[in-house]
């Protein structure tokens, strides 16, 4: 494991059509609102409008580029391999709306939600602090100094295969309604039995990031930066803050 496992391979946008800019645009013009109007709280009405807004036009954008592409997803319901990865780079605005799910939905297992967070959060320092160790005591070999410890420890992590805190055993997501555009960037079009964890090397798997373009993803960090509270990006790290 670790070292010998290395780091994924770096997954690819696929190409984006016209379609899918015009679709784009819309969803630049909305963030751009949210931007200007600096509205108190990302859970009020009027923001959770626009966003929600957002969110159909971004599986709009995403349907373009698939029937661009020519395949079908193999994604769907039920399936929930990807969701023993550790999600990062989630915008503060979603685990804040996230939180509010949460508390709205099923307040009684709120409590049981914080333990499984922080049980996975123990468990990505811990990865941390092996990759770290590891990646020094082999510091003069060029191949390990090529390697970047984020993508390692984040490899390592989903080889684990600790379900995330918010997937039921059936393997339905508690929150997908409002899950992290991070979880819904991520498409795969190969037999399922590939994603799987022993997989994660693999460079011929037809696996892309479905994601906004550069004028887009500014705003969201712009959104991002408005509402920042805690200083983290993994959503069941921050998600501990704003259940707690």
């Known amino acids: 494991m670790f070292l010998e496992d290395k780091a994924p391979v770096k997954k690819e946008n696929l190409p984006v059509p016209p379609a899918a800019v015009a679709v784009n645009k819309e969803i630049v013009v909305l963030l ?4 200007s109007l600096r509205i108190a709280s990302p859970c ?25 592409y020519g395949r079908r997803p193999t994604c769907a319901k039920g399936c929930s391999l990807c969701c023993n ?8 605005f979603e685990a804040e709306i996230i939180a509010a799910y949460i508390r709205k939905q099923f307040p009684e297992k709120v409590e049981a939600i914080i333990r499984r967070c922080a049980g996975n959060e123990k468990e990505i320092a811990r990865l941390d602090d092996i990759v770290q160790q590891k990646l020094a005591e082999h510091s003069a070999n060029k191949e390990v100094a090529d390697i970047d410890p984020a993508d390692l420890v984040l490899a390592s992590y989903y080889q684990l295969q600790r379900p995330c805190a918010l997937v039921s055993q059936d393997g339905v997501c508690a929150i997908y309604p409002v899950r992290p555009l991070t979880c819904r960037i991520y498409t795969s079009f190969s037999d399922v039995t590939r994603c799987r964890a022993e997989y994660i090397n693999e460079k011929d798997i037809p696996t892309y990031l479905l994601d906004l373009q550069e004028d887009a993803s500014k705003l969201l960090d712009t959104l991002h930066e408005t509402y920042n509270r805690y200083n983290k ?8 803050d704003y259940l707690s």
């Open 233 to 240: 990006s993994g959503l069941q790290a921050v998600l501990i």
């Open 44 to 68: 009020s009405p009027e923001f959770v409008a626009v966003y929600e807004k957002i969110l159909t036009l971004f599986s709009l954008y995403q349907q373009r580029i698939i029937d661009d």
């Open 85 to 92: 990865h550790w999600v990062e780079d989630v915008y503060s």
């Open 32 to 35: 751009e609102q949210l931007v």
